[in-house]
T-cell receptor, first 114, second 118 residues
């Protein structure tokens, strides 16, 4: 595998379920990001991790819980979600948090909350 | 706070015609600017980036963009559209706090869907 991979690609869950999204980067990067992409809205940055430390949380509800066990893996744990949380969740990584570094994106997980 | 405005949520061109996708930004400090492309069911892929070097930036797939500080613009162009260019395009600006501290946070525009007709 190369680049940034995400699993699963599609997920349907009920509001009472607990599920996790997984992201893995094979680029040797030190920063990782979670974004939410909803229809007709700009991409929203959710979380930023740098060297496995969470450095930014953009007022994301607690029903979304990120985890970064090492610099290659990033998880997004989901519980008691709402239908409005249905969206494409994108993971990205970059060499570090510097603004001029390109962010490499995974293909995303299409989440549907029933 | 930084922001990005992409004029036109949909742009339609004929194959072989000029592609022009407009992006205006707002930033209190010299920005870093990016154009990304997203094909259906895929993540975002970087087309090109401006990081205060040459104002005319060349990217992949024949795209280029020109940074115009006086107009706060970073429009994306391609001389001749190809069917494979049909996708959604995002302009983004990164945050560089005055003093040089950088956080790697990208602010994206709403996106422009490019349709290419035969």
């Amino acid at each position: 595998e190369t680049g940034v991979t995400q699993t699963p690609r599609h997920l349907v869950m009920g509001m009472t379920n607990k599920k996790s999204l997984k992201c893995e980067q094979h680029l040797g990067h030190n920063a990782m990001y979670w974004y939410k992409q909803s229809a007709k809205k700009p991409l929203e940055l959710m979380f930023v991790y740098s060297l496995e430390e969470r450095v930014e949380n953009n007022s994301v509800p607690s029903r979304f819980s990120p985890e970064c066990p090492n610099s290659s893996h990033l998880f997004l744990h989901l519980h008691t979600l709402q239908p409005e949380d249905s969206a494409l969740y994108l993971c990205a990584s970059s060499r570090d948090r510097s603004s001029y570094n390109e962010q490499f994106f995974g293909p995303g997980t299409r989440l549907t909350v029933l | 706070a930084q922001s990005v405005t992409q004029l036109g949520s949909h742009v339609s061109v004929s194959e072989g015609a000029l592609v022009l996708l407009r992006c205006n930004y707002s930033s209190s400090v010299p920005p870093y600017l990016f154009w990304y492309v997203q094909y259906p069911n895929q993540g975002l892929q970087l087309l090109l980036k401006y990081t205060s070097a040459a104002t005319l930036v060349k990217g992949i797939n024949g795209f280029e963009a020109e940074f115009k500080k006086s107009e706060t613009s970073f429009h994306l162009t391609k001389p001749s559209a190809h069917m494979s260019d049909a996708a959604e395009y995002f302009c983004a600006v990164s945050d560089v706090v005055a003093g040089g501290t950088s956080y790697g946070k990208l602010t994206f525009g709403q996106g422009t869907i490019l349709t290419v007709h035969p």
